[in-house]
């Protein structure tokens, strides 16, 4: 089975800021994928970033970047120059690899909000 | 619009009552997934299509759920005899059968979901 921790229910950052939200995983399928997920208010859910576990450079989207320690099994969030529009739910979730069924496994989430 | 649409937005039902939801993923995506969100939670995952074959039903899908996708294309929740623990957000979400070029993982998107009250 799949788990995902996520340990800080709320944070908040000063706009412009870096922030970094929390993930750590347990599996014990060899191969699997790395998610983020951001959900606004309004309830959708929005992909940021993915991981897989066998790469060998940590992911970056634009603002987005992913540090992946395989050892410690944690896949933390980086948002860098934090905008007010980034004030939302973030959700780290993780699936197998096999290109059958890769449903996701989510952790309870962190709420980021951006103070102006 | 080419996303993922669910139906109705929203449903404020009375206990006891049967409820169906509607999920149109997007065109020629073969993968279907249903997920449920309670208050404070991260989504669940209650059950699995391709195509038209319902692979995988999360031990949350109780008898009372039933899950449909005829022909491949839009699928039906049901849920009969509603109980407030039902309480939650119904999210549906598609993925095509293999990743887009130049990308190494099948991404799942998501609709806007369906908030379902039961009173």
């Known amino acids: 089975a799949q788990k995902i921790t996520q340990t800080q229910p709320g944070m908040f950052v000063q706009e412009k800021e870096a922030v970094t939200l929390d993930c750590t995983y347990d599996?014990?399928?060899?191969?699997?994928?790395l998610f983020w997920y951001k959900q606004p208010s309004s309830g959708e859910m929005i992909f940021l970033i993915y991981?897989?576990?066998?790469?060998?450079q940590n992911a970056t989207e634009g603002r987005y970047s992913l540090n992946f320690q395989k050892a410690r099994k944690s896949a933390n969030l980086v948002i860098s120059a934090s905008q007010l529009g980034d004030s939302a739910m973030y959700f780290c979730a993780m699936s197998r690899q096999f290109f059958g069924n890769e449903k996701l496994t989510f952790g309870t989430g962190t709420r980021l909000t951006i103070i102006p | 619009d080419t996303g993922v649409s669910q139906d109705p937005r929203h449903k404020i039902t009375k206990r006891g009552q049967n409820v169906t939801f509607r999920c149109d993923p997007i065109s020629e995506h073969n993968r279907l997934y249903w997920y449920r969100q309670t208050l404070g939670q991260g989504p669940e995952f209650l059950t699995y299509?391709?195509?038209?074959?319902?692979?995988?039903k999360s031990r949350l899908l109780s008898d009372r759920f039933s899950a449909e996708r005829p022909k491949g294309s839009f699928s039906t929740l049901e849920i009969q005899r509603t109980e407030q623990g039902d309480s939650a957000m119904y999210l549906c979400a598609s993925s095509p059968k293999a990743p887009d070029r130049g990308q190494s993982y099948n991404e799942q998107f998501f609709g806007p979901g369906t908030r379902l009250t039961v009173l």
């Open positions: 599996t014990s399928d060899p191969s699997y994928g």
């Open positions: 991981q897989g576990s066998y790469d060998q």
């Open positions: 299509f391709q195509n038209e074959a319902q692979l995988e």
